[in-house]
């Protein structure tokens, strides 16, 4: 590009019409590489004053070859936006980011117990696209349970069934969320457990319960989950070996 097409472009960042940002970003990152300056004039616009500027700048430098360190507290602070299709925007990039070594998984530990909900709910599901990872600390997923916020008690259950497999005390913390006072919470929490399918007797009676409940959703949900205990339990059972012949 021009200088004055790359100085129309990064105006363009700060446009109200994401269309026209996204556009514009795009094609300031396709021409990092023929501009050495550009990236230094991008990196500058990261501490600028305005939120929306803040954020274009940091998806036209994640459209570059590399994606610099400097671009994570903008990303970071956009998993907190009111704007839904920014939040999620952010988040694949910090995972590409984070799944490629570039950043770590620590950083979002802490936004789990973010004064936003948004922002507690997005770190949430960064970690569950993530996958499991031994050095990842399950217990504030879990507190994340018992959140005041409906979604991200739907984030954590979410995450909680990918990272905590197996563990019967992930398990025993989804079965309390079958009681949630929002029924939609419950019905995820009793297909969470089927997914993590632990046989712990406190999880059965717990399903059981919500099986024999006056919510038909929840009680399809409870039964397929109960199922797939008996599944799991039968498939682990062994197997007697036949008799040799008299």
Known sequence: MTPDEIDARLRDLGA???????????ALGGAIGADPGLRERLVRELAGPDAGRRWGAAFALSCGEARPPEIVPVLVETLASADGDLRWAAARILVRMIGARGASRELLMPLI??????????????????????????????????????????????????????????????????????????????????????????????????????????SRAATEALSRLDATAAADRPRARPRPPA
């Open 16 to 26: 109200g019409r994401k269309g026209v940002q996204r556009e514009a970003a795009e």
């Open 113 to 218: 117990r973010s004064p936003s909900a948004p922002q507690r709910k997005m770190a949430l599901y960064c970690l569950r696209e993530l996958g499991p990872d031994p050095a990842v600390v399950v217990a504030p997923i879990v507190n994340a349970l018992d959140d005041d916020d409906r979604d991200v008690r739907l984030a954590a259950l979410a995450t909680a069934a990918v990272l905590g497999g197996g563990d019967s005390g992930v398990a025993r913390a989804l079965a309390r969320r079958l009681a949630d006072v929002d029924l939609g919470v419950a019905r995820a929490a009793a297909a969470a457990i089927g997914r993590l399918a632990p046989d712990v007797p406190e999880v059965r009676a717990a399903l059981d319960a919500a099986r024999r409940g006056s919510d038909a959703d929840l």
